[in-house]
């Protein structure tokens, strides 16, 4: 077989060299996943158990199933039900007891095939079945191919922290197909597009390299369809450029990671820009209004005005960004319809009882001279929060 | 305040260097645990939360409680009941719950405060809280002080599987007071010394040093009272050796820990000297015969008749722990009455689902040449296996 010339790994090296792997990039990879599972599994290994969602079972699940066992592999297919209910201790103790039922043992292997919340979920019961089986990442959704299937950031939701039981466990690879995502919907495509445009504005300052704003852009302007009629809006011409932009986000993700595994030196959190206005946004409407793409994309244009306000900003480089997203078809301010929930005092409170909020004042990732290049702020006023929220 | 001559303080060296961390060995050192715990906690922390037993927790939980509150710490306790029963994802719920309402976070602290079960327990809240928050191991049973507090092995049970569910997660230090085992009744101060007698039998391939089990027996047999008379039987003698004999123990499991933290190279399984025989007799005995420490010195004589067998260890080197036992009061053979119970066929079926079984043969660390040395040997034929059993 040719080698594809679309084909990238990239490395996650990390210390202790046991917690490093590779991501591995390249569409249609799935359609020979026996052989790249091959190259990462141990010899001796046994079983191999998958778990995936309703939704992904049926379309992905059932037939890469079928191509492993046709391959000689002991596999065996977990499916849980769709959405971010799934992602609870009570759902982890469900998979506990199928592993156990079929024998899994440290020397077999876990896959996540899914989005996030099947990504995390798998990743947290494999981080501490029998304290710790070896996994695999095999994101189905843009948003998880660029962002949580990279990092080793497992968890479960409990009682009100969202993400508040987990780890920190490296899995063995992380195996991307970027042809799936020709079958994503609009809306869930857009998701992650938001976490895309946040790499765009911390690309230089964690990696020292700039130019993926201009690339995206570029793409994002490519097409001849008039994107100011919603109804025929397409992303279409976006997809001969996703395995670029996938390699692109993981490239500035991993070099993160790789710095500061588990969020102790501070560089990590860069990867929360827009996040602190995120998550208030998405608590305050019960994670119902958006999706996490959607509040992400409108916590950078928060933080874009905030930034302005404080005069380290530009404002040439929020019009780039919210040019940007207009081509892509992302919203940078909440529906009206939305106004009488959005209450500022709520949110304010929202934030500062986030993770990241620190003696009553909250620590911002704010954009700075231009996209691209992020600082840290924890000295923000009350009253110039309010002002723009 | 002089410094105490008996205070050792031990270092556990790990990749990466955020994983190590000290034990402290001193005795009376809960007296000022306030002075303590302000050398490993970072400036800035704010909540403490106590985890304890009920048992632990009246005679020493609450005072402990007064004194760190008195010294101006913000300190909670969170009780839980005594015995394995609490070892579960349940009581895990309860402690993730409590430290939600009290608001802990990650730059707080959690404390274990008891034996095994609330180390292992409260080991792995700390693990999974947030992904994961600081944490000090205080045992409060020589078996917990010698053992389950080192080496970051942290879990709770589920379902069939001991351990089933849990991490390696380091702690901040441990902090060993012997003084506190001068209260522990004979029976739970001998299932510790099982564990003491399993280090003089590894002492050697693990660190390469020798002379822990002369030094042992040498202090066994210290005592004018006649041994053989049960009603008088006391190990009084031996309480101002515990501070020695802690920290040898610590010391060897250290080094282990340090060259193998996860289980990873093979070294930390000489820690399971004639663990593989005692977990098959715990789980006939449904965990109702035998404390732990009885079982693994019936596992160790296992061992040795083995080894015997296998002509790789002098019947001397047995005579001489035969007799170490009986000076220390610990049965090598289980009772006639258990006899219909401990079926030869069946501990071998439990003795193959154990984790350190693998194709079928089952994996033993075996005595060999002299008391300190050990090998692994994993081609035992099921015919002389049962024969010993």
């Known amino acids: 077989m040719p080698l594809n010339p679309l084909k990238k790994i990239l ?22 996943l026996e052989k790249v599972l091959q190259d990462y599994i141990t010899p ?34 977990y499916t849980i039900p769709e959405g971010e209910g799934s992602k609870s201790l009570a759902t982890a103790e469900n998979i506990f007891s199928f592993a156990l039922d079929i024998g899994l043992s440290r020397k077999d292997v876990m896959i996540a095939l899914g989005g996030g919340v099947v990504g995390d979920l798998t990743g947290f019961c494999a981080a501490t079945y029998f304290r710790g089986v070896p996994y695999f990442q095999i994101p189905t959704t843009l948003l998880a191919q660029v ?18 039981i987990g780890a920190f466990y490296q899995p063995q690879a992380v195996i991307i197909d970027t042809d799936i995502l020709a079958h994503l919907p609009l809306k869930q495509l857009q998701a992650g597009l938001g976490e895309v445009v946040k790499y ?20 994002a302007n490519a097409s001849d369809s008039p994107s100011s009629d919603n ?57 119902k209004a958006f999706t996490h793409g959607e509040a992400v994309v409108l916590g950078i244009a928060k933080a874009c005005q905030l ?13 780039k960004f919210q040019s940007l997203c207009q081509s892509l078809g992302l919203g940078i301010t909440p529906p009206e319809t939305l106004a009488p929930t959005l209450e500022p005092l709520q949110l304010l409170r929202l934030m500062k009882k986030d993770k990241k909020a620190s003696g009553g004042f909250i620590r911002f ?10 600082t840290i702020r924890d000295d923000i006023p009350d009253e110039v929060l309010l002002s723009i929220l």
């Open 11 to 32: 490395d996650v090296t990390l210390p202790p060299k046991s917690h490093s792997y590779k991501i591995l990039i390249e569409p249609g990879s799935l359609n020979q």
């Open 44 to 77: 001796g290994f046994g079983k191999i158990l998958m778990i995936t969602d309703t939704h992904v079972s049926s379309f992905l699940g059932q037939p890469l199933l079928a191509q492993l066992k046709s391959a000689g592999f002991e596999t065996y297919l």
């Open 147 to 164: 962002d949580s299937s990279v990092g080793g950031k497992v968890a479960v939701n409990f009682s009100t922290a969202k993400n508040g």
């Open 200 to 219: 765009c504005f911390i690309e230089n300052t964690c990696t020292g390299t700039t130019g993926f704003f201009n690339f995206l852009n570029t793409a």
């Open 231 to 287: 109804h025929s809006f397409s992303l279409a011409h976006l997809m001969p450029k996703f395995p670029e932009i996938v390699e692109t986000c993981c490239q500035i993700k991993a070099q993160v990671v790789i710095q500061d595994e588990k969020e102790e030196s501070g560089i990590r959190s860069f990867l929360n820009l827009g996040h602190t206005f995120a998550h208030a946004y998405e608590e305050i409407t019960q994670y």
């Open 307 to 319: 930034s302005e306000q404080l005069g380290i900003l530009p404002h040439s480089e929020t019009q």
């Open 365 to 374: 990732i704010l954009p700075i001279h231009q996209i691209g290049e992020v």
